[in-house]
């Protein structure tokens, strides 16, 4: 039988963002009010619709600019101080998780120290950085004395997914260097584990182990007194993106 594309009904395409960075030793996400319906008034992750012209990875770039200001940072040239660490986390096809028509998202996960106050853009009329405690909360997330409902369409699931994929892969490799300036303090990585981990850990046990990984952490001639007290040495990270053996997540 001939191809017939009128016998497969069409669908749209979406891209959205987990966008996550340690505001105030708390990891936080991107979250974004809706200003039209669907779910309007609802908090959300940032998105949108991919358009004809871009693949994917364009249209989540696109997305991270024109809501962070970021730019998806490319690993195989040196860091940029708007630069934001942008990987493909999972796609998302349930057919009624859109009420508007069809929709399969793409989502993604972006990484980026310390960020400043958001700015909303396209249908979102405001955008905050919340703790990723408060918007997974079983209730539901609400601010400001605004009542609590949960995140709109299927973005709980989807920041759940993106924050067990920062969570499982610092275990093992560079990624939360991803949280931290160009140069950066062990005191500094460490504070980023414990925020994405949400646990304490003792600070010479880790100082031993991210230090005794050959390339992981490449020292930088320089020391800071930003964290107060003595001098601490800078750091910026290796080309080793694997750190073995593995820092295992402590059971909380």
Known sequence: ????????????????????????????????????????????????????????AQAAARELAEETGLCAHDPSVPAQDNGAHLEQLATYGDPKRDPRMRVVSVAHLALAPDLPAPRAGGDANSARWAPVEELLRQGGYGRDGEQAAPLAFDHAQILSDGVERARSKI???????????????VGELRRVYEAVWGVVLDPRNFHRKVTGTPGFLVPTGGTTTRQGGRPAQLFRAGGATLLNPPMLRPEV
């Open 1 to 56: 039988m001939p191809y017939d594309p009128s016998a497969f009904p069409p669908f749209a395409v979406t891209v959205d963002l987990v966008v996550l960075t340690v505001r105030r030793h708390a990891l936080c996400a991107l979250a974004v009010r809706r200003g039209e319906q669907p779910f309007q008034g609802r908090w959300a992750l940032p998105g949108g619709f991919v358009r004809t012209d871009e693949d994917l």
């Open 171 to 185: 275990e093992y490799s560079s990624l939360a260097t991803a949280f931290c300036p160009t140069e950066f303090t």
